[in-house]
């Protein structure tokens, strides 16, 4: 079973900065079946990208995603007040599929 | 609009039973596969299982394998979960969520509701 680990837990940064998010695999994963999503208190998850570098329909382009093999970054340009919220990575394999452990990007 | 609306969730007793059903509208529900997804209070996202669009094939999550039974109706454009044998740890919002499209590369939820809340205690 393919564990995802994200890093690092939080991060804490203010509108206007720049966020880099790392999701690492246990083993080599495919690039098609790595998804991230971010989810706002309350609300349900939204998916930002798919096949690790596809930004979703309505994704605004500060967000993108890259990575390979086991490491795969999700990357924020520039911080808008509404980008806090808790990211996960979620690979799809043959038992399914499994998400990170999320990181918290929080306002400093 | 494409929605998504879960409901069936409530209080339940360790050892008892509950269906959630998820209520699908403003696409062709008939052409996706469909998951359960479930978030424990404070924690993070645990996928419970999956169903292709025509119910050829089942997953399920290690934690619930053989006591949850994930169906659909496509006549009625409806996704369940029946859950038995709860236990406290099944506690949890549970959000059924639309799989990418069935001739896609990828695999991705891009639809979600907005969740029902199961509560396991005594």
């Known amino acids: 079973e393919i564990v995802l680990t994200q890093s690092p837990g939080t991060l804490s940064l203010s509108p206007g900065d720049r966020a880099t998010l790392s999701c690492r695999a246990s083993q080599s994963v495919s690039s098609s079946y790595l998804a991230w999503y971010h989810q706002k208190p309350g609300q349900a998850p939204r998916l930002l990208i798919y096949?690790?570098?596809s930004r979703a329909t309505g994704i605004p382009d500060r967000f993108s995603g890259s990575g390979s093999g086991t490491d795969f970054t999700l990357t924020i340009s520039r911080l808008e007040p509404e980008d806090f919220a808790v990211y996960y990575c979620q690979h799809y394999g043959s038992s399914g599929y499994t998400f990170g452990q999320g990181t918290k990007l929080e306002i400093k | 609009e494409v929605q998504l609306v879960e409901s069936g969730g409530g209080l339940v007793k360790p050892g008892g039973s509950l269906r959630l059903s998820c209520a699908a509208s403003?696409?062709?529900?008939?052409?996706?596969?469909m998951n359960w997804v479930r978030q424990a209070p404070g924690k993070g996202l645990d996928w419970v299982s999956s169903i292709t669009s025509s119910s050829s094939y089942i997953y399920y999550g290690d934690s619930v394998k053989g006591r949850f039974t994930i169906s659909r109706d496509n006549a009625k454009n409806s996704l369940y979960l029946q859950m038995n044998s709860l236990r406290a740890e099944d506690t949890a919002v549970y959000y059924c969520?639309?799989?990418?499209?069935?001739?896609?590369?990828?695999?991705?939820?891009?639809?979600w509701g907005k969740g029902t809340t199961v509560t396991v205690s005594s």
């Open positions: 096949g690790a570098s």
């Open positions: 403003g696409f062709t529900f008939s052409s996706y596969s």
């Open positions: 969520a639309r799989e990418s499209p069935l001739l896609s590369s990828y695999s991705y939820m891009d639809v």
